[in-house]
Each structure stands twice: as C-alpha cells, then as structure tokens.
C-alpha cells in the first residue's frame, strides 16, 4: 500500500507525518527469506557464466562450443535436479531425520502445498 499521511497531536515541525503500512513479522521474514533464496540463485548462475569463460580459455578455440554446451547442460540439469530433490531436502519438514534434511516437498507437486507458499 502506499504511505498515508495523518495528522498528528502536538508539537512537530509538521502536522503531517508518515505512517507507513508495515507486514507482520512472519510474513516479512518469509519476504525476506524468497528474496535471499532467489539472490542466491542469480549468484549461482552468474558463476555459472564465470566458469563457462574460465574453460572457454583454457582450451582450443576448436573445443569453445562444446565447453558452452556442457555448462548449459549442467546449468540446465542442476536445476531440474534441485526442482525434484534438493528442495524438499533443503526445505522440507526434517521431522523424521531429526532436523537433519528434510523429507517432504520432494518433486515439488502442488498436493503437497495446499495452495499456498511456493507455487511453480
């Protein structure tokens, strides 16, 4: 929402002030908790392109195509991985492993989400 400007009681250098509509605690740290998520995996591919000009350097110019498709296979390939395991090991409810990794949230199917939280 945007900010609302309210009058205020007393003295102040203006009668004006800003009261600005705050989210609750949980649904800020769950926010703030996406947003660290998702600049984690702009980092990861961004190195991701920088080992892709590392190889591309070292090897002959003749090899430079089949160096940029391996690491859009693997790019490609991680993320399908991730999408299937790494997220429920990563996220999911660690209840049988003793807090250890998760094992719900395997596959990623809506089911199991009930329509809320992370949607693909």
């Known amino acids: 929402m945007a900010p ?24 800020l740290q769950t926010d703030l908790d996406t947003m660290w998520l998702c600049i984690g995996a702009i980092l990861v591919f961004f190195m991701q392109t920088g080992f892709a000009m590392l190889e591309v350097g070292t090897v002959n110019k003749k090899n430079t195509s089949n160096i940029l498709l391996k690491n859009v296979l693997d ?42 939280g992370y949607m693909y």
């Open 75 to 116: 790019a490609s390939v991680g993320s399908i991985v991730w999408m299937i395991t790494g997220f429920g090991l990563a996220i999911g409810d660690a209840s049988g492993s003793g807090g250890f990794m998760g094992s719900t949230h395997m596959g990623l199917n809506e089911d199991e989400f009930g329509g809320e």
């Open 4 to 27: 609302t400007l309210a009058p205020t009681a007393g003295p102040t250098s203006s009668p004006y002030v800003f009261e600005l509509d705050v989210l609750p605690g949980a649904a």
